[in-house]
């Protein structure tokens, strides 16, 4: 069974950084994508950035210039790099994988558990 774990939330200040890594337990025949997303309270996820074949990027605007999304193919991991952090920012942080678990299964997308980042003004 496919099982996404991040880390590295927390509590920081505006201005700082933070850099989030999700690892991925169990089997996983092929990735299309790996990506990131996020949740604050009253509010609808929406995505902060995704990775897929050959390291394309894609970013929220409200995140551009600030936040870069890297992978580790051998490990199936991803990692979220956040610098120049805002109030704004404040979220629970979900890994995402859009993949297949077996030759011949279905695509499916897998989440994490999430991990909370706060960011204080």
């Known amino acids: 069974q496919v099982r996404l774990v991040e880390s590295g939330g927390g509590l920081v200040q505006a201005g700082g950084s933070l850099r989030l890594s999700c690892a991925t337990s169990?089997?996983?025949?092929?990735?299309?994508?790996m990506g990131w997303y996020r949740q604050a309270p009253g509010e609808q996820r929406e995505l902060v950035a995704t990775i897929g074949s050959g390291s394309v990027t894609n970013y929220a605007d409200s995140v551009k210039g600030r936040f870069t999304i890297s992978r580790d193919n051998a490990k199936n991991a991803v990692y979220l790099q956040m610098n120049s952090l805002k109030p704004e920012d404040t979220a629970v942080y979900y890994c995402?994988?859009?993949?297949?678990?077996?030759?011949?299964?279905?695509?499916?997308?897998?989440w994490g558990q999430g991990t909370q980042v706060t960011v204080s003004s």
């Open positions: 995402n994988l859009n993949g297949r678990a077996n030759y011949g299964s279905a695509v499916r997308v897998y």
């Open positions: 169990g089997s996983i025949f092929s990735i299309n994508a």
